[in-house]
């Protein structure tokens, strides 16, 4: 695989990227034909090219439809800001519909840079470059693949990129039909379960906390009042409200002391709920 054109690399680094390429390329292709999980191609290609996350977005081209995106995120199980969207539409904007299959599209090299609002979120993560690969262009939807760094990208890396993308394309094109659907409905339904033996601030969120409950709740374990909530976070008392009453209703408390006393406690998730349901 010397075709991968590795300029700027010592050779062992060389030999390290041509066996990792030839094991994602073959993970990829087992994973479209059902042999492996999709999110396995996409762990193997993170690891193989040096990337932080690699995201599998399927862009409707119905104007009001969202997209829909499966990530591999090396940094999920323990960091606060997870990546759980695509932004290869940001990136690529009115072009989305209309670039090559298997072109790659860099952040850096854009003459307009990706909205605000957008490159505050990968710059909380420390992600300084995006690249992005149109894997399938159809009337009904574009499909995605995108790749975040933390780094700037070596000569070699963008080279295998370019080589890269060619290869996952026509591949893609060859999938099994609806693996990509299935993916999204059974991931779907293992986030809609809440995970068991974790404390309910645990980085695994058992309980599916939003971000304002989740700090309403960090409070609540700090022995803040509802009154030093309110000024610390800056809300109308309805919405504490509100988000208590959610709280209530995702950890099965049944009052603000039993909320309390399962936080500071850290009592496994289904702990927690299985009490509140014997005491109720």
């Given at each position: 695989m010397?075709?991968?054109?590795?300029?700027?690399?010592?050779?062992?680094q060389?030999?390290?990227?041509?066996?990792?390429?030839?094991?994602?390329?073959?993970?990829?292709?087992?994973?479209?034909?059902?042999?492996?999980p999709?999110?396995?191609?996409?762990?193997?290609?993170?690891?193989?090219?040096?990337?932080?996350?690699?995201?599998?977005?399927?862009?409707?081209?119905?104007?009001?439809?969202s997209?829909?995106?499966?990530?591999?995120?090396?940094?999920?199980?323990?960091?606060?800001?997870?990546?759980?969207?695509?932004?290869?539409?940001?990136?690529?904007?009115?072009?989305?519909?209309?670039?090559?299959?298997?072109?790659?599209?860099?952040?850096?090299?854009?003459?307009?840079?990706?909205?605000?609002?957008?490159?505050?979120?990968?710059?909380?993560?420390?992600l300084?470059?995006?690249?992005?690969?149109?894997?399938?262009?159809?009337?009904?939807?574009?499909?995605?693949?995108?790749?975040?760094?933390?780094?700037?990208?070596?000569?070699?890396?963008?080279?295998?990129?370019?080589?890269?993308?060619?290869?996952?394309?026509?591949?893609?094109?060859?999938?099994?039909?609806?693996?990509?659907?299935e993916?999204?409905?059974?991931?779907?339904?293992?986030?809609?379960?809440?995970?068991?033996?974790?404390?309910?601030?645990?980085?695994?969120?058992?309980?599916?906390?939003?971000?304002?409950?989740?700090?309403?709740?960090?409070?609540?374990?700090?022995?803040?009042?509802?009154?030093?909530?309110?000024?610390?976070?800056?809300?109308?008392?309805s919405?504490?409200?509100?988000?208590?009453?959610?709280?209530?209703?995702?950890?099965?408390?049944?009052?603000?002391?039993?909320?309390?006393?399962?936080?500071?406690?850290?009592?496994?998730?289904?702990?927690?709920?299985?009490?509140?349901?014997?005491?109720?």
């Amino acid at each position: 695989m010397r075709d991968y054109g590795t300029a700027g690399a010592s050779p062992g680094q060389e030999r390290a990227i041509e066996a990792g390429m030839i094991g994602a390329v073959a993970q990829w292709c087992e994973c479209l034909h059902g042999t492996n999980p999709l999110r396995t191609a996409l762990r193997y290609l993170t690891d193989s090219i040096g990337a932080e996350a690699v995201i599998l977005a399927r862009y409707p081209r119905d104007a009001g439809a969202s997209a829909r995106a499966l990530v591999h995120d090396r940094a999920r199980s323990g960091c606060r800001i997870p990546l759980e969207q695509s932004f290869a539409g940001d990136l690529l904007g009115d072009y989305l519909d209309k670039a090559k299959r298997g072109s790659t599209w860099y952040r850096s090299m854009q003459d307009e840079d990706v909205p605000q609002a957008v490159a505050s979120a990968l710059a909380r993560r420390n992600l300084v470059e995006m690249v992005v690969i149109p894997l399938e262009i159809s009337d009904r939807w574009v499909d995605t693949l995108e790749l975040h760094f933390t780094e700037k990208l070596r000569q070699y890396q963008q080279a295998v990129l370019t080589t890269l993308g060619d290869t996952l394309s026509r591949t893609w094109h060859n999938r099994a039909r609806g693996m990509f659907t299935e993916t999204l409905l059974k991931s779907a339904a293992k986030q809609a379960a809440p995970l068991i033996g974790s404390p309910i601030l645990s980085a695994d969120n058992p309980a599916r906390l939003s971000r304002s409950e989740y700090r309403v709740c960090l409070l609540l374990r700090h022995g803040q009042s509802p009154d030093q909530m309110l000024a610390e976070l800056g809300i109308k008392e309805s919405t504490l409200r509100t988000h208590l009453s959610n709280l209530y209703a995702k950890t099965g408390a049944r009052n603000l002391a039993e909320l309390t006393f399962q936080l500071v406690s850290e009592l496994p998730f289904e702990l927690a709920g299985a009490r509140a349901g014997r005491v109720a």
